[in-house]
């Protein structure tokens, strides 16, 4: 895994809402938990390649908080998924020089899911070629009205202020903005993802359900991040 040197077209930060599983599992038949299983290997496939397109973070939405409403079977397998993954591929993460760090609440997770997530940050803290991070018991509406209440009783509090506050107790170093959001499944919303964040973002949709996602559409992902003209409100470079 070699990082490519960072020029103004490539996105730096990345977010994925990665989406489908559970439909892809069910036109073939097969439970929606079998689909979470395959959606785990392509999340590996994609941190392995990201920083060869440039990417230094990169943002996975894994469980949104309001995924607790779904069948306490699928909510458990899920985060059971995520453990045991979390536990065989911190070698990994190492030897790609990947730190890992989680965004969202710990406290309503299974002890033993927590745990694995802090083992897996303090492992992976020196890691410098990409910064994962795992949105999991996330959503950003609740993570804006905590830093509120954190700053409310700073006066004048400025945006810089507010993005750290985002980050929370668990990250004190604030990921940059998003440049590029990418949604598999076909559905074309951002599910209470990085709201703050990706107020200048740039949006793509695939159809591709997140079990089929690969390195390619990765790359095509970034290609039409390139062709965008990202005008800031301003007017374009081109005049
Ligand atoms: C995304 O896939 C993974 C999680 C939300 C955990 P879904 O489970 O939402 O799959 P679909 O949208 O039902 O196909
Ligand atoms: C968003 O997908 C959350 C994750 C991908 C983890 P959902 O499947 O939960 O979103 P909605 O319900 O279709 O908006
Ligand atoms: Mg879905």
Redesign the pocket.
Known sequence: MSPRPYTDTQPMHVAI???GNGRWATQRAMPRVAGHRVGVEVVRKVVEHAPTLGITTLTL????S??WRRPATEVSTLMRLFRSRLVSEVPRLLDNNVRLTAIGRRDRLPLALADALGEAEEKTARGTTLHMRL?IDYSARDEILRAAQRLASVSEATREDFGRALGGEYDSRPAPDVDLVIRT?G?R?L?D?LLWECAYAELYFTDVMWPEFGPKDLESAVEYFQKRDRRFGALSAAG
């Not at 939405?61 to 949104?64: E, G, I, N």
């Open positions: 809402i990665m989406d939405y894994a469980f949104s309001d995924n949105a499944g559905e919303r599910s993802f």
